[in-house]
């Protein structure tokens, strides 16, 4: 892959909650076209960090620039689009109706995009007839797929999604994992996931960041980060990177 535009360039980013810094210094770059998984353990600051690039979180420290401007801004011109981990679409709808409500939200009174962003929703979730039914009558893989057609119907230049494929079964998960590389390559959206699957991330993304503790501990596609860390697979390079950090807190390559 060409190391294209920078989509993403966080630089020394740092986080506090009251006191606490959560985020101490995370940094990494995402380029224009790439699926860029960023991984770490429970409470190393993921979702924090996904949060502050969607724009929702706004005070923090250091430099965060989303094409070259503010993740405020870039939410504002509808460059980005973000789904949290704990998201469900409207029950009581059907899945079609779902779609299009956010059609005419992501449209703002214009027709026909309304029904440009509708169309290409309903070949992500690719529901077949369902897509008629309600969603609470679906599966969790497919609502997951409703999520992420509602989310990425506007082709944005920033797709930031938060352990999309968690509980998921394998095949729902597969798919999901199949629409993520379809919409990156068919409409050149960026994406950037978070995931605790190590497997999926080898598979599905260009390059990674490892966090740990709030820190960036490596960046790199996962080829480099298994040969860096001396290991077989990313799956061992987490484990190795997670046991370093017991003892002794960062180690910087
Ligand atoms: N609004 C908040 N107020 C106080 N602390 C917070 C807040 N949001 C997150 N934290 C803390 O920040 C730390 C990082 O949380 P975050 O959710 O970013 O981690 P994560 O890597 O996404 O974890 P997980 O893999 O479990 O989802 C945690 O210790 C969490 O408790």
Redesign the pocket.
């Known amino acids: 892959m060409i190391e294209s535009e920078t989509v993403v360039d966080v630089t020394d980013l740092k986080k506090r909650?009251?006191q606490k810094y959560?985020l101490k210094k995370v940094s990494f770059k995402v380029f224009s076209g790439e699926v860029f998984g960023i991984v770490?353990?429970?409470?190393?600051?993921?979702?924090?960090?996904l949060r502050i690039l969607a724009g929702i979180i706004r005070s923090f420290e250091g430099k965060v620039e989303l094409s070259g401007t503010t993740p405020e801004k870039a939410r504002e011109k509808g460059l980005i689009a973000y789904m949290p981990?704990d998201t469900f679409p409207y029950d009581r709808l059907t899945g079609i109706e779902n779609l299009r409500f956010y059609a005419e939200l992501y449209a703002k009174g214009d027709k026909r995009k309304v029904e440009e962003y509708v169309e290409t929703a309903i070949k992500i979730a690719d529901l077949g007839d369902r897509i008629e039914d309600r969603a609470s009558e679906y599966s969790r893989g497919m609502k997951r797929r409703l999520i992420i057609a509602r989310t990425l119907m506007t082709s944005p230049r920033l797709a930031i999604l938060d352990e999309p494929t968690s509980a998921l079964d394998v095949e729902s998960a597969i798919n999901v994992r199949h629409k993520i590389t379809d919409i990156a390559r068919e409409k050149g959206v960026t994406v950037l996931l978070?995931s605790?699957n190590m497997l999926e991330v080898e598979y599905l993304c260009n390059r990674v960041v490892m966090i740990e503790g709030g820190k960036t501990f490596l960046e790199g596609t996962p080829k480099e980060l298994v040969s860096k860390m001396g290991v077989q697979n990313l799956e061992e390079a987490f484990i190795k990177m997670t046991k370093m950090n017991e003892g002794t807190q960062q180690k910087s390559f």
């Open positions: 909650f009251g959560v770490g353990p429970n409470g190393a600051g993921k979702t924090t960090t981990e978070s605790h």
